[in-house]
T-cell receptor
Framework: EPEVTQTPSHQVTQMGQEVILRCVPISNHLYFYWYRQILGQKVEFLVS????????KSEIFDDQFSVERPDGSNFTLKIRSTKLEDSAMYFC????????FGPGTRLTVL | LAKTTQPISMDSYEGQEVNITCSHNNIATNDYITWYQQFPSQGPRFIIQ???TKVTNEVASLFIPADRKSSTLSLPRVSLSDTAVYYC????????????FGAGTRLAVHP
């Protein structure tokens, strides 16, 4: 069964550093999303992406965040200058009428 | 998107049927009701979706009364591996829309 994959599974970084979280959506899906979940809290929508551009973003997705689909398979989330409060699980999802989530990347900012 | 209300937590035992009810009084005509399951340290997983009456798949059943102001997810004969958080989502989730998650219901299944 096709699945969404994410790398790395765990990323530890220092405050102020840039991180890139990677996702490989299910092939032939056209809509992609990033969500995050701070420990013990609910899953929060960050951004949706279609046709090589952002279709919607939340208030959380400020100027320090960016997304890119650099080639036909990868979908990345970049956090330019990480803050302590960016520590969370980040989930990628792809959509063909139903959203499939990846296993997540646990980001720890020290 | 309609606001949903569901119990914060539930406890059950292996082999029992579990029913989780979600209230969504402000559901709109175009809204579907979708349930997701999330295990610790994993992404949410689609369980079932319905619009009205009853929907059943290999995992669960979803009961929706005629007024659609609530819905009940039914898990038959739960096992320890059904311990998870269950989310009720209401909206035009026929696809291609962001998902708005609430706090969900934390189900603990005991031996």
């Amino acid at each position: 069964e096709p699945e969404v994959t994410q790398t790395p599974s765990h990323q530890v970084t220092q405050m102020g550093q840039e991180v890139i979280l990677r996702c490989v959506p299910i092939s032939n899906h056209l809509y992609f999303y990033w969500y995050r979940q701070i420990l013990g809290q609910k899953v929060e929508f960050l951004v949706s992406f279609y046709n090589n551009e952002i279709s919607e973003k939340s208030e959380i997705f400020d100027d320090q965040f960016s997304v890119e689909r650099p080639d036909g398979s990868n979908f990345t989330l970049k956090i330019r200058s990480t803050k302590l409060e960016d520590s969370a699980m980040y989930f990628c999802a792809s959509d063909n009428g139903e959203q499939f989530f990846g296993p997540g990347t646990r980001l720890t900012v020290l | 998107l309609a606001k949903t209300t569901q119990p914060i937590s539930m406890d059950s035992y292996e082999g029992q049927e579990v029913n989780i009810t979600c209230s969504h009084n402000n559901i709109a005509t175009n809204d579907y009701i979708t349930w997701y399951q999330q295990f610790p340290s994993q992404g949410p997983r689609f369980i079932i979706q319905g619009y009205k009456t009853k929907v059943t798949n290999e995992v669960a059943s979803l009961f929706i009364p005629a007024d659609r102001k609530s819905s009940t997810l039914s898990l038959p004969r739960v096992s320890l591996s059904d311990t998870a958080v269950y989310y009720c989502l209401v909206g035009e989730t026929g696809g291609y829309n962001k998902l708005i998650f609430g706090a969900g219901t934390r189900l603990a299944v005991h031996p």
